[in-house]
């Protein structure tokens, strides 16, 4: 496996002023890729939904069970793939991710979520 990103997403009540609000976030899969683990790192439970999508655009895993640590897998074969997430081909290019961030659940305090995404 290797470190393919390493997203650290500052967000704070001063930065996000409605009751939710989504969050975009991007990163590169090179070609020849068998699946990816994302794993989401925070210290509170303040993420609603977590959505990725492929470069193509497709909807690749969909979850609202986060809580302070989450992995989520995608890979070629559905052995290897998070009940949440789609199996398929794993393409090369930018891919997104969109989450909605409860900012009624956010602490007073600044707030960090690191994102680690490796692939293999």
């Not at 993420?47 to 655009?57: G, T």
């Not at 809580?67 to 393409?91: C, F, M």
């Not at 891919?95 to 490796?118: G, K, Q, R, Y």
Request: glycine share 4%; net charge negative.
């Amino acid at each position: 496996m290797v470190l393919l990103d390493k997203l650290n997403i500052d967000i704070s009540q001063k930065k996000l002023t409605k009751a939710s609000s989504f969050i975009i976030e991007r990163f590169v899969v090179p070609e020849d890729q068998d699946g990816l683990i994302l794993l989401f790192q925070m210290a509170y439970d303040y993420i609603n939904l977590i959505l990725v999508y492929d470069s193509n655009y497709n909807l690749r895993a969909e979850t609202t069970q986060i809580h302070e640590r989450r992995v989520i897998k995608i890979h070629e074969k559905d052995l290897y793939t998070s009940n949440e997430a789609k199996a398929g081909l794993i393409p090369e290019g930018e891919w997104i991710i969109a989450f909605e961030i409860n900012n009624e659940e956010l602490p007073d305090v600044e707030s960090l979520c690191t994102i680690e995404v490796t692939g293999h």
